[in-house]
Structure formats: structure tokens, C-alpha cells
Nanobody
Framework: QVQLVESGGGLVQAGGSLRLSCAAS????????VGWYRQASGKQRELVAT???????TYADSVKGRFTISRESAKNTVYLQMNSVKPEDTAVYYC?????????WGQGTQVTVSL
């Protein structure tokens, strides 16, 4: 099993920055894929960014060049650095992990971007 705990959400003005953290209960390098996903009100959950065990990263087109996913192995934590945020980035952000062919999710953290 993997427990995931997100933190770092909050209210930020458009154009500002925010860093989300996802603390995992297992060594990050043992998890196949860890990623950030988001769900805006009334919409389906969508992929934001992922990082594989080998360090390969992928991003949604809507966040490329603005968001960066990274890992800190010593803390078993994955980060999402969000820069130049826009009102359309407002959503609940979830950390997700693919471990031994099962999906695990955190409880989510709210990010609200104001004009």
C-alpha cells in the first residue's frame, strides 16, 4: 500500500506561484509513477504532471512551461511548482501513485487562483 498526503494548497493571485507537496509512505523510487492531477468544479479529473521511477516527466499542454514536477528522495516527497498561475488552474489537486499495478490517491488540496 501507499499513503499519500498533499499539502501546500491555498489562495493565490493570478500570475503568482505556489508549491504543492505530496508525501508518500513508501520510498519514492519504489513507486512506478507519481503524478499530480486536478479536478475543477463540475469537470472530470485530469492529468497535470507525472514523474516515473526513472525520472521521466510528462505535462499537460495547459501547464507546460509554467509547472514543474520534481522529487526529493530523502523526504519521499514529490513537488509541483506552479508558476504564472491562471484562474483556470483553480481546482482540487490530487497526488496519485501507480504502485504494483494499483492506483492510490491522496485526499486532495484546494488551489484557488483569483484575478
Amino acid at each position: 500500500q501507499v499513503q499519500l498526503v498533499e499539502s501546500g494548497g491555498g489562495l493565490v493571485q493570478a500570475g503568482g506561484s505556489l508549491r504543492l507537496s505530496c508525501a508518500a509512505s513508501r520510498i519514492i523510487s519504489s513507486i512506478n509513477v507519481v503524478g499530480w492531477y486536478r479536478q475543477a468544479s463540475g469537470k472530470q479529473r485530469e492529468l497535470v504532471a507525472t514523474v516515473t521511477r526513472g525520472g521521466k516527466t510528462t505535462y499537460a499542454d495547459s501547464v507546460k512551461g509554467r509547472f514543474t514536477i520534481s522529487r526529493e528522495s530523502a523526504k519521499n516527497t514529490v513537488y509541483l511548482q506552479m508558476n504564472s498561475v491562471k484562474p483556470e488552474d483553480t481546482a482540487v489537486y490530487y497526488c496519485g501513485a501507480d504502485f504494483l499495478s494499483r492506483d492510490y490517491w491522496g485526499q486532495g488540496t484546494q488551489v484557488t487562483v483569483s484575478l
